[in-house]
């Protein structure tokens, strides 16, 4: 299969990107297609979804993007804007192609070590060597395009922990250039040394995501390897202009030195190496790139135990084999190509991220201690948790349990190490990013899934520390309030959201508790997790942020926040999108709104009103709490259906924004099933219509049955989107939920549509 697949790349090299695309499904549906035939990586680079096209391995460390964000000639350029992904899908001037990259996130980290080939004289002003290019293709694992200024195909896979990069030369003066300055990180400085006219290594600084906590900037070694060796090489630097007396001694001040055939190492800001070919005749050389967070001699090792001796057919073969293996743990039938296309890639973006820390040897950085680790499992890293806790986990813990007890053991190494649990952990390193205390709800909820091979005791008790530590608590500022008054105020940052956050916290430490046999202690929090309604006003039937003296905050508008716009009171949102944020209590709210038609006629101005915000995480299980009302469940239905066809799509803009390391694929994985987490702390699942005809689920013979859940979907059309009735395993059932223990022992969930809404 690969093969082949290799062979049509090759010979569509010239062709317009869109019949590219069409030629490789088609070459492929000759001999049947694998899953991972439907997956699209450049859906998400465009409309801020800042995804990237170039290749990954499931959970890998390393990654290739094109990096297309420098430069004027570019529609959205890194250094005039917010902007934090190495690839853009309207850009069309490319620099290089960075070997580590995150995918689907907010702020600009990573995106450095970048390769970039080039024919002539060695340029090394990014601006300068740049080039427009075209005939795109990406795959699942692979990507390549032609650098028109040069015409040189680029090829492009990925092991775990080592970046492949094939570049096929014209005959004539060839070069290929590692530039170190360049990057999407914020940070600077790096160190390189030319070992051999075949081998380089060094080290690149990057951290301050977010720009928060830039004292815990941290290095990424790596050692890259050439098929051929160069007849001659060197490196540069450019340093700073200087000013004043001294600088008029300086006969580079401010200019980029060459230093050819140079084998000392060299540190810097601006620096980078140059390995030049003459070639008599058309010529590819492959550079693999092994990277660590622990060292240069851990980056050459694992270049050697994943790649040696391998071409990039061989590495390209070997991680399309672990993608279709993992993406086939969902099968789908039914639907159109499209269809499977948006759910795969979806599925695709979710198993990126957490990804791999560690290396081959199970080193990795230990967080806060300066130590070396090591395990003998994964450590995991990139928790992205405010964003990943209300969707993604639960679905790890569903199809990936193993992945998940995993992800769980690495956040409770980090309290190990650090004193606390991760709240936006990215590469052993706490960026303190969001609010809340979302790893104790990914934790609870882990356990009650019956993934339970961790340490809950320690669990419990790291917890219960950011539960109630008052001073110097990194994961709940404003604790004293809460504990005082059972809510933030308008001292406090984002007083109302950040008091939802941490209610939901509570609420998973109450059913911990209560799982552990511990009484007092799940209703002392299951009491705490009901404070929000001190927020609630009837006058608007809503949350609102409360003075220090108890006192509403004026002047109120609850629209005020809509679009990321910062406000008082609400993180990334407005009172409307927090208004329903409560999914531990959603009972207690409808209460608290005056019973189930008032609810259903706020919710329903949720979306009529055009404050659902699909981009963001704290409204998006909101078209599920229509389930919580009899009679109303078709509008849950309906709602979703919208949804999916108007922000999903198969392009680059298909994403509603950013993906949130797969929060927003995530969603769209469980709404094409047609099953939901919305609630927290309770294991269910909320249904819905499915997009398939059936859906089968390989469930994990270590923590479930080993049996496959098969969700069918009867008289399935366009037209027919409502449910009219529901069995599972045969029996009539009669509720718009099923429960985590019900799907993971195996069976049928069957629905029948009509497309008549059953009121």
Not at 218 to 230: D, G, M, N, Q, W
Not at 536 to 544: I, M, S
Not at 741 to 757: A, F, R, Y
Request: with cysteine; net charge neutral; hydrophobic share 35%.
């Amino acid at each position: 299969m690969s093969e082949s697949i290799l062979k049509t790349l090759k010979l569509i090299s010239g062709v317009k990107t869109g019949t590219i695309i069409c030629l490789l499904f088609c070459s492929i549906g000759l001999k049947g297609q694998e899953v991972s035939d439907y997956v699209n990586p450049f859906i998400g680079t465009s409309n801020f979804g800042a995804t990237y096209p170039g290749p990954v391995a499931p959970r890998g460390m390393v990654s290739i993007a094109p990096f297309n964000v420098a430069g004027k000639q570019n529609v959205l350029e890194k250094d005039s804007r917010w902007l934090s992904n190495p690839y853009v899908h309207e850009n069309t001037f490319l620099t290089g192609f960075s070997q580590v990259n995150l995918s689907g996130v907010g702020c600009p980290d990573l995106g450095v070590i970048l390769v970039m080939p080039t024919t002539g004289m060695v340029e090394t002003d990014h601006l300068s060597y740049g080039s427009t290019y075209s005939n795109e293709v990406a795959k699942a694992g692979y990507y390549s395009n032609t650098l028109d200024k040069y015409n040189i195909k680029t090829e492009f896979t990925t092991s775990k922990r080592v970046g492949v990069n094939r570049f096929t030369f014209p005959a004539g003066e060839s070069n290929i250039l590692l530039n170190l300055g360049l990057g999407l990180t914020n940070e600077e400085g790096a160190m390189v040394k030319v070992v051999s006219s075949s081998e380089i290594e060094g080290m690149r600084t990057v951290g301050a995501f977010c720009y928060n906590n830039p004292e815990s900037a941290y290095p990424v070694y790596f050692v890259a390897k050439f098929s051929k060796p160069a007849d001659s090489f060197g490196v540069w630097k450019k340093p700073r202009k200087y000013e004043g007396e001294e600088a008029q001694w300086m006969t580079y001040n401010g200019k980029t030195r060459m230093m050819d055939n140079a084998t000392r190492m060299i540190v810097g800001d601006s620096i980078g190496t140059y390995f030049k070919y003459t070639f008599s005749k058309q010529e590819t050389v492959e550079v693999k790139i092994g990277v660590s967070y622990v060292s240069i001699e851990n980056a050459r090792k694992n270049l050697e135990e994943e790649t040696s001796n391998k071409s990039l057919e061989t590495v390209y073969e070997e991680t399309l084999g672990e993608w279709n293996q993992i993406l086939s743990k969902v099968k789908v039938e039914g639907g159109s190509k499209e269809d499977k296309i948006n759910f795969y890639t979806a599925l695709y973006h979710t198993l990126i991220h957490p990804n791999t820390l560690n290396d081959f040897n199970g080193d990795y950085p230990e967080i806060n201690t300066g130590k070396i680790g090591n395990t003998t499992g994964t450590r995991y890293t990139v928790f992205s948790l405010w964003d990943t806790y209300r969707n993604l986990h639960q679905f790890m813990s569903l199809v990936y349990p193993r992945q998940q007890s995993n992800m769980v053991k690495s956040m409770l190494a980090m309290y190990d190490e650090n004193g606390w649990l991760p709240k936006w952990e990215l590469n052993s390193t706490e960026t303190f990013t969001m609010v809340g205390d979302p790893a104790s709800i990914v934790i609870a909820d882990t356990y009650l899934k019956g993934i339970q091979d961790f340490d809950v005791q320690k669990s419990y008790l790291a917890m219960l520390k950011s539960a109630n530590q008052i001073e110097d608590n990194p994961l709940r500022p404003g604790l004293k309030n809460y504990l005082g008054k059972g809510y933030l105020t308008t001292e406090d940052v984002g007083s109302v959201s950040t008091t939802q956050e941490y209610n939901a916290a509570d609420y998973s430490i109450a059913v911990l508790a209560k799982a552990l046999g511990k009484t007092k202690d799940y209703k002392t929090y299951r009491k705490r997790s009901l404070s929000y309604k001190k927020l609630f006003d009837k006058e608007y039937n809503l949350l609102r942020p409360r003075n220090s003296d108890g006192t509403f905050y004026e002047p109120f508008n609850p629209l005020a926040g809509a679009n990321f716009e910062k406000n008082v009171g609400y993180i990334e949102g407005n009172a409307w999108q927090y208004a329903f944020m409560v999914p531990h209590d959603i009972k207690g709210l409808k209460k608290l709104m005056g019973g189930d038609k008032n609810f259903t006629i706020q919710l329903q101005k949720v979306f009529d009103d055009n404050q659902f915000d699909m981009a963001n995480e704290p409204d998006i299980a909101y078209p599920y709490w229509f389930n919580y009302v009899a009679g109303e469940e078709w509008r849950t239905q309906k709602t979703v259906e919208e949804l999916v066809t108007k922000y999903f799509q198969n392009k680059p803009d298909g994403l509603p924004g950013n993906d949130d390391t797969g929060t927003m694929s995530a969603w769209l994985v469980y709404s094409m099933m047609g099953i939901y987490p919305a609630s927290i702390g309770d294991n269910k699942y909320q249904i819905t219509s499915p997009v398939f005809d059936q859906v089968e689920i390989g469930l994990d013979s270590k923590y479930y049955s080993g049996k496959k859940f098969t969700i069918i979907t009867k008289n399935n059309s366009k037209e027919n989107n409502y449910i009219q009735s529901i069995k599972l395993n045969g029996e009539s059932l009669k509720r718009y939920w099923i429960t985590h223990d019900e799907i993971v022992k195996g069976g049928v969930l069957e629905l029948e549509l009509s497309p008549n809404p059953k009121k």
